[in-house]
């Protein structure tokens, strides 16, 4: 229980792997709509990364880079009325926990139309879309004064200036897309690729590596080796700012224009919108759902802590927190009469005395004092 309640913010595996259930569910039942989508990622060169690691206030706008860059390309090949939906999520580590800010989203693969209907967008073209990020990156650092038209100049110099756009194919159904958008808000370290070496002290393993299962064959998977203070440095370096929001929505799938379908009527049922009313928000709707604590630990441990031997279902009587009311602890046991024997310390000598090497007691000033006492 204590795993799943650290309040870790996306720096506990155990926390985030609730998160990302807790945020599938809702983003599926309270987000996206029956289109077809695509998985796409934007990356930045390794000359700019270190800006955003001492500005990190500038991560939310480099995810607004993203959404305008997919923005400007759907503007120009969809109709005029055509609105799409996306949602970005904010990424800040690498395979072997680098700094390495990226931006992973999900995009609808068209507009959806004033009268309900769907425009479906030819082919997203990458080096389009990466052109137009690499130039809203490049205006809003300018803007900042973070960077020169020196380094401007010779960013674009070069053959290959480090921005990237990575585009997945289309994805028509639902519980993929919604796996996919689940990686995207994954934890930034994983706990099953962590082994330790007494010898080597830590060596952390690239993604989808099972160290139980592949480590000991001829060609070992790809890992780095680190020190406990580097490994450490390395995780808190990701954990979040406080307040900070990682998942953003745009568009058709933004807060705003949901709350207006809510409120214009939208039919919960109706082919184009969400399966549930979008009049509440994230936060409450998460809310609700984590206070159904049975159902996320049978999500994550693959087992309901309700099952009893018998085949029956348990019901919960009442949660008792032991911090305020441990006074009902002992009542309960006693009146169900169970005992149970406090075990008892083992006593231990003590520490057996060191002599002081290289220091004779008998010439100290000491020690004609203590005989005098």
């Not at 087992?303 to 949660?319: A, F």
Request: hydrophobic share 40%; proline share 7%.
């Amino acid at each position: 229980m204590l795993a799943l309640s650290c309040k870790g913010r996306g720096f506990c595996p155990s926390c985030s792997t609730k998160h990302a259930l807790l945020w599938g569910e809702f983003v599926q039942e309270r987000v996206l709509r029956p289109v077809p989508h695509r998985h796409v990622i934007f990356m930045l060169p390794k000359m700019l990364r270190p800006i955003f690691r001492f500005h990190r206030e500038l991560l939310p706008e480099l995810c607004l880079c993203a959404w305008e860059a997919t923005r400007d390309f759907f503007k120009a090949s969809l109709s005029k009325d055509a609105l799409p939906g996306a949602i970005l999520t904010i990424n800040i580590a690498g395979e072997f926990l680098q700094w390495q800010p990226h931006v992973h989203g999900l995009t609808t693969c068209g507009g959806f139309l004033p009268d309900g209907g769907f425009e479906h967008a030819p082919a997203i073209d990458a080096k389009t879309v990466r052109e137009l990020f690499e130039a809203k990156v490049f205006s809003m650092l300018l803007d900042k004064g973070l960077i020169g038209h020196e380094l401007l100049e010779k960013l674009r110099s070069w053959k290959h200036t480090g921005f990237d756009f990575w585009i997945g194919p289309e994805l028509t159904n639902a519980k993929e897309i919604v796996q996919i958008g689940m990686y995207t808000a994954r934890s930034s370290a994983a706990a099953g690729r962590l082994v330790i070496d007494d010898e080597l002290g830590l060596k952390y393993f690239g993604k989808g590596t099972r160290p139980d299962v592949d480590i000991g064959s001829l060609f070992e998977p790809p890992s780095e080796k680190m020190d406990p203070l580097e490994w450490i440095a390395r995780l808190t370096s990701h954990i979040p700012e406080r307040g900070c929001q990682t998942t953003h929505y745009y568009a058709a799938y933004s807060n705003a224009h949901r709350g207006k379908q809510a409120k214009a009527g939208s039919s919960p049922g109706s082919e184009q919108t969400p399966t549930a009313c979008a009049a509440e928000s994230e936060d409450e709707w998460i809310r609700a759902r984590r206070r159904s604590w049975a159902r996320l630990l049978q999500m994550v441990y693959e087992c309901d802590p309700l099952l009893c031997e018998c085949g029956g279902k348990l019901k919960i009587i009442s949660v008792i927190e032991t911090r305020h009311q441990s006074d009902v602890v002992g009542k309960i046991l006693k009146h169900i009469k169970y005992q149970f024997e406090v075990l008892a310390i083992p006593g231990r000598a003590p520490p057996p005395s060191q002599p002081c090497l290289g220091f004779d007691w008998d010439d100290s000033p000491a020690a004609g004092a203590c005989s005098a006492q």
